[in-house]
Every structure is written in structure tokens, then in C-alpha cells.
């Protein structure tokens, strides 16, 4: 499968933004779906995940209730609302597939199989 990740900009603190993340192919319905990002200086950190048929989430403490994740499986498509966002949030957002035959949604990003190239989200304060 093929990730492409959008949806990225500079906003202030306080906005929002919603990221999507689109795959290629027929089997997006097969993957556990995780968002995961990288601020400079620092190592890629969970953000949320979701399960294969979007019935079950997972979200790093740093952004329960503020954002959310979601899909769509008719259309090939992820999704993460950005609420409330901070300076904090600053940093390049990744989508991830796991291909995984377990219902667990994983957290680690050694345990996702294909990648997106990042999209840059920029909270000023």
C-alpha cells in the first residue's frame, strides 16, 4: 500500500486542523491505521491509531481530547482532527499501515509496515 499525507500547514495556537491520509490499492480495509510524528531534534512519538474497521482507537496522552482519528474504508482514507493545537504539536506527521492479522492497535512505530512521507504542521504561538 501507498500513503500520501496532507492537509499540513502553519497555524496559531488554539486552531485546528484535520490531516488525511490517502491510500492507494483495494486493501486499506486490512490495515490498522496510525498517525505518528517527528519534531525536530526528537524521535517519532505516537499520535493515534485506529483499527481496521475503525471501531476501536488508541490515542498518546498529549492529544486525548484534542484530536481525533478516523477513516473511511470506502474511500482508501484516513483522517486526524487537530483541535486546540500548541506549539508542542509542531512537527512532521506521518501515516502508517499495519498490516497486522492481530485486532490490536498498536502504539510502537516498529510495528507498522509502510509509511507516508509527512506532512509539516506549524502551531506559532
Known amino acids: 500500500v501507498q500513503l500520501q499525507a496532507s492537509g499540513g500547514g502553519l497555524v496559531r495556537a488554539g486552531d485546528s486542523l484535520r490531516l488525511s491520509c490517502a491510500a492507494s490499492g483495494r486493501t486499506f480495509s486490512s490495515y490498522t491505521m496510525g498517525w505518528f510524528r517527528q519534531a525536530p531534534g526528537k524521535e517519532r512519538e505516537f499520535v493515534a491509531a485506529?483499527?481496521?474497521?475503525?471501531?476501536?482507537?488508541n490515542y498518546a496522552d498529549s492529544v486525548k481530547g484534542r484530536f481525533t482519528i478516523s477513516r473511511d474504508n470506502a474511500k482508501n482514507t484516513m483522517y486526524l482532527q487537530m483541535n486546540s493545537l500548541t506549539p508542542v504539536d509542531t512537527a512532521v506527521y506521518y501515516c502508517a499501515a499495519d498490516r497486522t492479522y492481530s485486532t490490536v492497535v498498536r502504539t510502537t512505530p516498529y510495528a507498522y509496515d509502510y509509511w507516508g512521507q509527512g506532512t509539516l504542521v506549524t502551531v506559532s504561538s
Open positions: 485506529i483499527s481496521k474497521s475503525g471501531d476501536r482507537t
